[in-house]
């Protein structure tokens, strides 16, 4: 089994920062790309910000030049660093990563972190 869980979510203030951090764990063979979604209410869930196991990186229009996301040294992990937070970044925030294990590769989905932006 594989199991991606989150943390770093909370309230903070426009213009304020957080960090959310992201591990897998489990029968891990490799990581491939990982990456963090978000869905607010109302919405599609959608993309943040991904990068590869090369360090490849894109990132949603939105949040260009505020967030920034990154691999930990032991690789099964991910960050997202949120910077200059706005209203509308409000809404609950999935990790996501392509994980080969000994027999398949499949996309795992964390649970999810509550970010809310207040103005």
């Known amino acids: 089994q594989v199991q991606l869980v989150e943390s770093g979510g909370g309230l903070v203030q426009a213009g304020g920062s957080l960090r959310l951090s992201c591990v897998a764990s489990?029968?891990?063979?490799?990581?491939?790309?990982m990456g963090w979604y978000r869905q607010a209410p109302g919405k599609q869930r959608e993309l943040v910000a991904r990068?590869?196991?090369?360090?490849?990186?894109n990132y949603a229009d939105s949040v260009k030049g505020r967030f920034t996301i990154a691999r930990g040294n032991a690789k099964n992990t991910v960050y997202l660093q949120m910077n200059s937070l706005k209203p509308e970044d409000t809404a609950v925030y999935y990790c996501?990563?392509?994980?080969?294990?000994?027999?398949?590769?499949?996309?795992?989905w964390g649970q999810g972190t509550q970010v809310t932006v207040s103005s």
């Open positions: 990068i590869t196991s090369d360090g490849r990186t």
């Open positions: 489990g029968s891990i063979f490799s990581t491939s790309a």
């Open positions: 996501a990563a392509d994980v080969a294990t000994l027999t398949s590769v499949n996309a795992y």
